[in-house]
C-alpha cells in the first residue's frame, strides 16, 4: 500500500496536467475497493485475481510469500497513443517507489515523441 499511497499524493497533480494513475493488484475485487476506501486511494483501483493483466506486464512475483506469489510493484507510464514509453519494475515486491519516481516518469511520458 506504500506505493499506491506515493501514487495519490502526487495524483491530483498528475490530473492536473491531463495524466491519469490507475493500479492493479491481485486481490478480489471487494478487498480492493475496501483497502482503497481505508488508504483514501481516489484514482481507478483494479482487481487481477487470476494475474491476467499482471502477467502480461510480467509483474508476478513467484514464491514470494510462504502460501502464494505476489505482485512486483511496478509503474508503466503511456504516452497519447497508449504505448508505454517508460516503466520502473523493481526485481522485488518490496520495493517502494517514490513521489519522485512518479513525476520523473510521467514527465518522460508526457515529453516523449
Known amino acids: 500500500m506504500k506505493e499506491l499511497r506515493v501514487a495519490q499524493s502526487e495524483y491530483e497533480a498528475i490530473k492536473r496536467q491531463g495524466g491519469e494513475i490507475v493500479a492493479i493488484t491481485a486481490g478480489a475485487p ?4 475496501e483497502a482503497a476506501a481505508k488508504a483514501g486511494i ?5 482487481a487481477d485475481p ?9 509483474m508476478r512475483h513467484e514464491g514470494a ?3 502464494r506469489d505476489a505482485v512486483r510493484p511496478g509503474v508503466f ?3 497519447t497513443d497508449g504505448t508505454v514509453v517508460h516503466s520502473i519494475q523493481p526485481a522485488s515486491y518490496r520495493y517502494t517507489f517514490t513521489g ?3 513525476r520523473d516518469g510521467f514527465v518522460r511520458a508526457v515529453t516523449s515523441p
Do not use: Q
Open 30 to 33: 471487494e478487498d480492493v475497493k
Open 42 to 46: 481516489t484514482f481507478p483501483f483494479l
Open 50 to 58: 487470476e494475474f491476467t493483466a499482471i502477467d502480461h506486464f510480467g
Open 65 to 67: 510469500l510462504p502460501d
Open 77 to 79: 507510464f503511456l504516452g
Open 100 to 102: 519522485g519516481d512518479i
